[in-house]
């Protein structure tokens, strides 16, 4: 049994299909947005918070930046610390870079949900996606998603914006989609502590014991990151064992103390990456996660998402409103060449951060080069203009 049909079917309520749901009301298509779990959980989910300048114009345009212009925190600066002291890299300065927009990405969704219903928009929270039916991606006049304990919902067009691990992309590669993966071997215990920062800025200190992170959030809370062996369970990361960590990498004998507080989450992320090798065909697109997994050493992922949601509005409402499919015959071609710029650079940054375990002669090698690099960045104005224009841009 089917429901009437919208224009597009979005599954997931992350930043992708948020944006993508905002942008095509605004230029009158309807939609709705099926969401698996419920509104205060997906409001709640503390994640990134990173934006770069272009997701700032594109929320800006579409008058979706009021929360963040009000409450964000500009960055121009991060700073990186090893053996061999700090430096701080003016990125927003070096005349390639721009600034950053430091504005949790728990309160972007709460903007963005917030303003998709204001709009008249429809979202159902707890309606989770089983299945897009097989033949979305090929000839189907129309896109079929089943719900799990309710009616199909079709649409002209369905959005996979359901995270890396959704129904979506499994239904693009059960139609033939290849993906190009990468595991870059690396995890990091990812913590959430309620403190203020600590530094000025974006910290990244380089260690033997492995790469720890500072990533402000908000004046009252801040990220951090600690490498950590594969298999590690966060429950082996005691909030004492985590701060001596902290100290220990992020040199507080030498640069200062950190400001403590609870530990409000910790959770252990692998570092991988993927891409699909086309994002979408048919009656069926993806943005986000969905269509790429990019690993957080550069902070890319939502701004991927972002900007594949505004590529995606776009290519939809040709095809919805105009009757033309070009944009969608092209949303690969726009998509893909800078999806594969942010992860070249997501994987430089990763080079950087993180030095190989071990005293053999090869993570020998691998250190030195680590540090090779982070001197080259110090001191090349070269090399700091390739970091600020990539750090930065998307
Ligand atoms: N049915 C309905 N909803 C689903 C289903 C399903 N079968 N599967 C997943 N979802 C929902 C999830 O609950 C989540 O709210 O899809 C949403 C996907 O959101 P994200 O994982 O945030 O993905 P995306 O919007 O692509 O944003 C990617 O944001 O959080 C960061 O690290 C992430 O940087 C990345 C970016």
Redesign the pocket.
């Known amino acids: 049994m089917a429901t009437a049909q919208v224009g597009v079917v979005i599954?997931?309520?992350?930043?992708?299909?948020l944006v993508l749901g905002n942008l095509l009301l605004d230029r009158g298509i309807d939609c709705v947005i099926?969401?698996?779990?419920d509104r205060a959980a997906?409001e709640g989910r503390a994640?990134?918070g990173f934006l770069a300048a272009h997701s700032v114009r594109v929320l800006t345009e579409h008058g979706l930046s009021a929360g963040l212009l009000a409450r964000g925190k500009t960055h121009t600066t991060c700073l990186f610390r090893s053996d061999r002291g700090e430096f701080t890299l003016d990125y927003g300065k070096s005349g390639l870079g721009e600034p950053h927009t430091v504005y949790p990405?728990q309160e972007l969704v709460r903007d963005l949900i917030a303003e998709y219903l204001r709009r008249g928009g429809e979202i159902r929270f707890g309606?989770?996606?089983?299945e897009v039916a097989g033949e979305a991606a090929g000839e189907a006049a129309e896109g079929r998603v089943r719900v799990r304990g309710g009616a199909d919902v079709t649409g002209r067009y369905v959005a996979g914006?359901?995270?890396h691990?959704?129904?979506g992309r499994a239904a693009l590669t059960a139609h033939g989609t290849r993906t190009a993966r990468r595991d870059h071997g690396v995890s990091w215990l990812a913590v959430l502590v309620a403190a203020p920062p600590s530094l000025e800025a974006v910290g990244y200190a380089l260690h033997e014991r492995g790469f720890a992170g500072h990533m402000a959030r908000t004046a009252a809370v801040t990220r951090y990151y600690l490498q950590c062996p594969r298999g590690t369970a966060p429950a082996d990361w005691s909030e004492d064992r985590i701060w001596t960590e902290l100290a220990t990498r992020l040199r507080t004998a030498e640069f200062g103390p950190l400001r403590h507080g609870a530990v409000l989450e910790k959770a252990v992320v692998d570092l991988r990456s993927d891409v699909l090798e086309s994002p979408g065909a048919g009656r069926l697109w993806l943005?986000?996660?969905?269509a790429g997994l990019?690993s957080?050493s550069a902070a890319k992922?939502?701004n991927l998402?972002i900007l594949q949601a505004e590529l995606l509005a776009r290519a939809l409402e040709g095809a919805l409103a105009h009757g033309d499919g070009t944009g969608l015959a092209r949303y690969a071609a726009d998509c893909l060449p800078r999806v594969w710029r942010a992860h070249e650079f997501s994987h430089w940054m990763s080079g950087l951060l993180h030095g190989p375990a071990g005293e053999e002669d090869e993570a020998r090698y691998g250190r030195a080069l680590q540090y090779a690099r982070l001197e080259s960045l110090r001191t090349s104005r070269t090399h700091q203009d390739f970091f600020a224009e990539n750090y930065t841009g998307i």
């Open positions: 599954v997931g309520a992350g930043p992708a299909g099926l969401e698996r779990r997906v994640r990134a990405q309606a989770e996606a089983e914006c359901d995270g691990r959704g129904i943005a986000g996660d969905a990019i957080p992922g939502a998402a």
